[in-house]
């Protein structure tokens, strides 16, 4: 079956620190990729993804590039913000699956 | 205007009692679905509806009974809740094969606590 695998957390950085959250996946067919951003008391929201290999999703300064060969789809930014603390999912969605799979979340907390 | 509209937002009851968590979506999708998120913020897949119909039942208690009226709503109905139904509920919606290339767009949440 499908499944993901991210960085755990929690994530501690200062403010204009670059970030990474590692993640990688198993999955059947060609999935697209997704990051999704909670923030604090709100529902998930998609932040980028990449619906097929060498694409790159880019989004509020976040990026991430779908490697096939390494089945990967780690997250950068290259100057953090304060209001960039969140929770951060990784998420795949197969063409033949029925539902998304998201990983299990990663806390950012970014201090001034 | 909200594009998945959950209620109640907060919900605080006792053990043993019965309630229903109401979603509704305006953005023309096909699909549903109900995910409850513990307190380490893992995400968990409940149920899953397209067009009325399920497609997703993932080892849910049979306490738990979604029903959908319509395609733009799903509604959650929980029997005898226990303490471990404590958790935030999330409602989400997707256009499956669509142009949006499944992308689900969620509710705010529900934040159930059984006392």
């Known amino acids: 079956g499908n499944s993901v695998t991210q960085m755990e957390g929690p994530v501690t950085l200062s403010e204009e620190a670059f970030l990474t959250i590692n993640c990688t996946y198993t999955?059947?067919?060609?999935?697209?990729l997704f990051w999704y951003v909670q923030y604090p008391g709100e529902g998930l929201q998609l932040l980028l993804k990449a619906t097929k290999a060498d694409d790159k999703g880019s989004n509020k300064g976040f990026e991430a590039t779908y490697r096939k060969e390494t089945t990967s789809f780690h997250l950068e930014k290259g100057s953090v913000q304060v209001s960039d603390s969140a929770v951060y999912f990784c998420?795949?969605?197969?063409?033949?699956?029925?539902?998304?799979?998201f990983g299990d979340g990663t806390t950012l907390t970014v201090k001034p | 205007d909200t594009a998945v509209s959950q209620t109640p937002k907060y919900l605080v009851t006792q053990m043993g009692n019965d309630k229903s968590i109401k979603c509704e979506q305006n953005?023309?999708?096909?699909?549903m679905y109900w995910y409850k998120q513990d307190s380490k913020k893992f995400l968990k897949i409940m149920f899953s509806?397209?067009?009325?119909?399920?497609?997703i039942n993932e080892t849910v208690p049979n306490r738990f009974s979604p029903k959908s009226p319509d395609k733009a709503h799903l509604n959650l109905h929980i029997n005898s809740l226990e303490l471990g139904d404590s958790a935030v509920y999330f409602c989400?919606?997707?256009?499956?094969?669509?142009?949006?290339?499944?992308?689900?767009?969620f509710g705010a949440g529900t934040r159930l606590s059984v006392l």
């Open positions: 509806y397209n067009n009325k119909e399920l497609i």
């Open positions: 953005l023309g999708h096909d699909t």
């Open positions: 999955a059947t067919g060609y999935p697209s």
């Open positions: 989400a919606s997707s256009l499956v094969g669509g142009a949006g290339e499944n992308i689900q767009y």
């Open positions: 998420a795949l969605r197969s063409t033949n699956a029925g539902k998304s799979t």
